[in-house]
Structures are given as structure tokens and as C-alpha cells.
């Protein structure tokens, strides 16, 4: 996993003070990885649009034409001058190096954006507007520097950004790139070193990307092993049947040894599934609130105050009975509305979906605060995952998984990991990670993905 950090500059000021670098040589080190970029990817006589705005961003940008000049067709643009002290050093530099400077943006083959970086302060005026607006319109490669223009300091997004295809982030990665707002916007992300590698230039951080290499399958290493080895799960199936039989099956295709559906009804129930009418004598994991609708307070009661590793889900975030297990070791996995239902119980905020949405790494960390031993998973483009102060970020979804069923695909897979003996956050992890990895491996078109090729593709991995 790598780290996310909520700010630079700190790292920046951290790098001048204990390693005597300056400025201009963090800020040519961000240039040179933008001029390698284009190198790498491109030929030598296509057009470069760069477009810088006044701050370091924009120097970012102005130095960038100039290890490009003469190789490339460099077009640069400034359209509101230069404030910075080093924008206004590399502006002499460009000047005496003979760099025309263009009046407008035009026709190019790739396009890169230096605007706004980590410095936007305040809402873009109309004229910025319009020009990323016209700078997205343009049909060329589009590049941006530290992070596209128009993305504020929390990943919130008031009017427009700047549409990259990549985001060139520089010294580490930052918060800002991964709200469900930045997804449609950042497109592939690299990092630059600044001047030291990226493991010198970080310190501490209780953020984390999640790679493809962090997810933890459950494979069976044990010769010596019967179905109670890999533990025995027991699905609350409630009003909407159909949610606890999709969590029960892909549970079992994520390896538990058994699992059974609590219901007090007849039920459909694929052969290899059990049905019961309580918890089973030996069994190590519990998934209730999908599909619940209607319940016996007693029952729930009793299932939430017992000690089995529980994952929690979907209409349990809007009862009072949640807050008796929010002192063990849970795995809740809401969706936005249910967290807000879920923020207003614990009286933490009382705030609708778009305030999240702005803000979601401020309200889980919030939660997780409050309730250090629970393990949230927040839903979303940006999976987000919460215990205590740490927050584990799985960027791999896509809107293949926009559908109903696939969240509780998802809980069977958590509940599938918790009756092997995972930890909660081990099972939020690989679950979460397997989830979305599978949904990406699926073949046919983006839109078609039912839970079932789910569970098949996660059979796969
Ligand atoms: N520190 C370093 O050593 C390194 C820094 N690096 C680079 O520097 C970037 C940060 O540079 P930065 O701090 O100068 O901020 P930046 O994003 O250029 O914008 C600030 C200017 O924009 C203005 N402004 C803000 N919002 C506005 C709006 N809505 N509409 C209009 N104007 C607005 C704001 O105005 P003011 O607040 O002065 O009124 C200010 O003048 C960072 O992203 C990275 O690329 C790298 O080279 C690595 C080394
Ligand atoms: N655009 C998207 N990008 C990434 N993941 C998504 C996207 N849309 C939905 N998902 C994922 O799909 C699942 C949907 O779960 P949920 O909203 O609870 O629906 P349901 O319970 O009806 O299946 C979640 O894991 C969510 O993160
Ligand atoms: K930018």
C-alpha cells in the first residue's frame, strides 16, 4: 500500500529544512518528471500546449517548456501573468531562452494543465471556468501537474476541473485525488519525486492507497482439514429474501466451510446453502442487515450482543439496535445514505448525502474515532475503509458494480473472510479488494454484470 497524505507543504518545508534542498530544485525535479512523461510517450515534433496560471503551479508549467523547447513544438500560455517569486524566475528563464509566449490556447497534441495546484483558495472565477472548459473541449492528451485545475484541498469540486488522463501528483499523493467527485477527473496517477526518493520525502501517515497486492486470498495451504476448518457462517435473511441468499452464496464461493440462512420462513436455498432458525451452535460468523425489512428486536438483540465477528449492513444503519454493537469488533459496510442515518444515531452530524460526499474522509475518520473497534466501509466510487485513526483507500471500482446485488455480493465476501478467521479489517480489506478486482476482470460489456458473474469472476482470482 502506498501513502495519502492531507497536505504537502509540510513535506515540501521538511525536505529545505533536513536535506538543504530549495525550492527550485523540488521544482525541477517536478518538470523533469512532466518532460520525461512526454518524452517517453511521444514523438518529438508534436505540439505541447502548456498552460500556466500565476503561482507555482504555473512555474511548474513555465519550466516545463523549457526543458521541452526545441525538442517539441512548445506552445506556452499565460494568460494572467505570473505572481510567484519562482514563477516569475522561470518566466526570466524562459524569456532568455527566446520561448514565444502565446495570446491563446490552440490546437495541440497534448495539453497540460499547470493552472492550479495545491493553492487554490477560493472558488474559480468565471473567466478559469471558461478556459478549462475550453482546455477540456480540446481533442489532445491531457496532463495534469500536481493535480488537475479546479480540485479543492478536500476533492471537492464547485463548478468544473480540468479532465486529465493522467495527474502527474508531485512528492506523494494527496486526499484531494481520491473523492468520489476527483474519480471522473484525475485519470491515471503518477507520482514525481522531488529530489529524493518518495520513501525519504514521506514521513508518517494514517492514510493508505490499497495496491492489488495487499488483497489476502483465502487459499487452503492445510492438508489436514475438513468444511468446519473454514468455519461456519450464518446469514440473516429478512423481508427481501434475495439480498441474504446472494450474501450466503458468495460467501461460499469465497471459501466458507458452511454457511447456513437464518429464516423463519421456507426459502429457496441453492442445495449447498443450509437453512436454520437460530444461530448455529458452532458458528464463527455472522451477516445480518441485508434485506432485513421487518424484524424481531429480540432476535437482532441477541445476534448483535453475541461475540462472533459480525458484518453488518443496509437497513440496520437506520435502527436504534445498531448502537449495541458498536463497541466490538464489527464490520459495518454502509452506502452514503445509510452513513448519514448512521452519523445521525451515533450524533456525530446530521448531514445529507452531498455534505458527505464532499467531506467523506473528515466524517469516517469522525466515526472511527468515536467507535475505535469498529471497522467501517464506506461505499462509494473511492471504497473507504476506517478503523481507528487509519483509512485504507480501494480506488479499483467502477460503475460496472452500479447495481443492485453487487453490495451484497460485497457483505458475503466480508462474512466469507470473517468465518476463516480474518480479522475485521483484514476481511474489509481483501473483500473490498477482491470485490472490485473481480468486477474488473469481468469480460463482457460495463453495464451487464449481475451478482452472480460476481461471485464467478471472484471464483477466478
Ligand atoms: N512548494 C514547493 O516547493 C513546490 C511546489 N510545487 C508546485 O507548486 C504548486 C503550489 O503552488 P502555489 O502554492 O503557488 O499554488 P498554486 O496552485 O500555483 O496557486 C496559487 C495562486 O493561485 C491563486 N488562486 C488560488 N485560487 C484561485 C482562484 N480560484 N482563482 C484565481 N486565482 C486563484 C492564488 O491567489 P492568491 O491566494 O495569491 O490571491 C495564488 O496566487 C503545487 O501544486 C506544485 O505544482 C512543485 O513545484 C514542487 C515544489
Ligand atoms: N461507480 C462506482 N464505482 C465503484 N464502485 C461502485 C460504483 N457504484 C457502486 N459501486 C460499488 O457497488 C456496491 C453497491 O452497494 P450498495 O449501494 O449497497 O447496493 P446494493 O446493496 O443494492 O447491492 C458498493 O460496494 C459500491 O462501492
Ligand atoms: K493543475
Do not use: W
Not at 483484514?426 to 476482470?441: E, F, G, R, V, Y
Request: one cysteine or more.
Amino acid at each position: 500500500m502506498q501513502k495519502i497524505f492531507y497536505e504537502v507543504n509540510s513535506l515540501d518545508k521538511r525536505c529545505y529544512e533536513k536535506f538543504a534542498l530549495t525550492e527550485d530544485i523540488l521544482m525541477e525535479h517536478a518538470s523533469s518528471s512532466m518532460a520525461s512523461y512526454i518524452e517517453n510517450n511521444f514523438e518529438n515534433d508534436k505540439t505541447v500546449l502548456i498552460v500556466c496560471g500565476v503561482g507555482n503551479n504555473g512555474a511548474d508549467g513555465i519550466a516545463l517548456a523549457r526543458l521541452l523547447y526545441s525538442r517539441f513544438n512548445v506552445k506556452l500560455y499565460i494568460p494572467y501573468g505570473v505572481k510567484s517569486q519562482m514563477a516569475q524566475l522561470q518566466l526570466k528563464r524562459v524569456n532568455l531562452i527566446g520561448i514565444d509566449i502565446v495570446e491563446e490556447i490552440c490546437q495541440c497534441d497534448i495539453v497540460v494543465d499547470c493552472l492550479f495546484g495545491s493553492g487554490l483558495n477560493k472558488d474559480l472565477d468565471k473567466s478559469s471556468q471558461k478556459l478549462i472548459e475550453n482546455l477540456n473541449l480540446l481533442d489532445a492528451f491531457k496532463i495534469a501537474c500536481d493535480i488537475p485545475s479546479g480540485i479543492s484541498s478536500i476533492g471537492e469540486i464547485t463548478t468544473v476541473a480540468f479532465n486529465a488522463d493522467i495527474t502527474i501528483t508531485m512528492g506523494a499523493l494527496k486526499v484531494s485525488l481520491f473523492s468520489d467527485m476527483a474519480k471522473d477527473y484525475v485519470g491515471k496517477i503518477e507520482v514525481s519525486n522531488l529530489g529524493v526518493q518518495r520513501e525519504i520525502y514521506e514521513e508518517d501517515s494514517t492514510l493508505f492507497l490499497l495496491d492489488k497486492e495487499d488483497m489476502k486470498l483465502p487459499f487452503r495451504d492445510k492438508k489436514d482439514a475438513h468444511k468446519g476448518t473454514y468455519g461456519h457462517l450464518n446469514v440473516v435473511a429478512g423481508s427481501k429474501k434475495g439480498a441474504g441468499v446472494i450474501a450466503a452464496k458468495a460467501a461460499f464461493g469465497f471459501g466458507a466451510g458452511l454457511v447456513s440462512v437464518i429464516c423463519h420462513e421456507c426459502i429457496d436455498l441453492p442445495y449447498h446453502i443450509m437453512q436454520t432458525h437460530k444461530l448455529s451452535e458452532n458458528c464463527t460468523a455472522i451477516a445480518v442487515g441485508m434485506g432485513l425489512g421487518n424484524y424481531e428486536e429480540k432476535e437482532i438483540e441477541v445476534i448483535l450482543e453475541s461475540n462472533i465477528p459480525t458484518i453488518i449492513d443496509a437497513d440496520l444503519f437506520y435502527e436504534d439496535v445498531i448502537l449495541k454493537a458498536l463497541d466490538k469488533n464489527v464490520v459495518l459496510t454502509p452506502h452514503p445514505k445509510e452513513f448519514c442515518a448512521l452519523l445521525k444515531l451515533t450524533g456525530i452530524a446530521n448531514i445529507d448525502v452531498p455534505t458527505l460526499q464532499k467531506d467523506r474522509f473528515k466524517y469516517l475518520s469522525e466515526f472511527c474515532t468515536k467507535y475505535p473497534k469498529v471497522v467501517l466501509l464506506l461505499k462509494g466510487a473511492n471504497v473507504l475503509i476506517g478503523q481507528d485513526k487509519n483509512i485504507y483507500v480501494n480506488s479499483f471500482g467502477s460503475a460496472v458494480l452500479s447495481k443492485g446485488g453487487s453490495g451484497d455480493v460485497l457483505s458475503g465476501l466480508v462474512a466469507g473472510l470473517l468465518t476463516q478467521g480474518y480479522s475485521c479489517l483484514d476481511a474489509a480489506i481483501s473483500a473490498s479488494l477482491a470485490h472490485t478486482i473481480a468486477a474488473n476482470n469481468y469480460k463482457k460489456n460495463n453495464y451487464s454484470l449481475i451478482p452472480s458473474d460476481l461471485v464467478e469472476e471472484v471464483k477466478k482470482l
